[in-house]
């Protein structure tokens, strides 16, 4: 029983994308524009200088903080986190009415 639950936690944790905030790449811009080094802007922000400079090359691009044209590669998930925790739910119902 509590190996599945770690197992629906990992599960969870796996398909859950992680990405900064459309406000935190904002302020990567506006460090850009108020003359800030790539470096200098990494380091207030607590973030990468790779992802900064990546940040700053979209918007040089496309003049937004968000790449237009990318889109998700590979095959399509089959759970999300919400059909992983109606998953958990059923399996807990199973469990307890069994007992």
Same mark, same amino acid.
């Given at each position: 029983?509590?190996?599945?639950?770690?197992?629906? $936690?990992?599960?969870? $944790?796996?398909?859950?994308?992680r990405s900064l905030s459309n406000d935190? $790449?904002? +302020?990567?811009i506006y460090y850009q524009l108020d003359g800030f080094s790539a470096k200098e802007t990494a380091s +207030?922000?607590?973030?990468?200088?790779?992802?900064?400079? $990546?940040i700053r090359k979209i918007y040089r691009k496309w003049g937004c903080i968000i790449h237009p044209f990318k889109g998700y590669q590979g095959r399509r998930r089959i759970f999300?986190?919400?059909?992983?925790?109606v998953l958990?739910?059923?399996?807990?119902?199973?469990?307890?009415?069994?007992?």
């Open positions: 029983m509590i190996y599945l639950l770690c197992l629906i $936690k990992y599960l969870a $944790k796996l398909f859950k994308m935190l $790449k904002w +302020r990567v +207030r922000l607590y973030i990468s200088l790779t992802t900064v400079n $990546k999300n986190a919400n059909d992983l925790n958990l739910i059923i399996y807990l119902i199973i469990i307890n009415t069994f007992k």
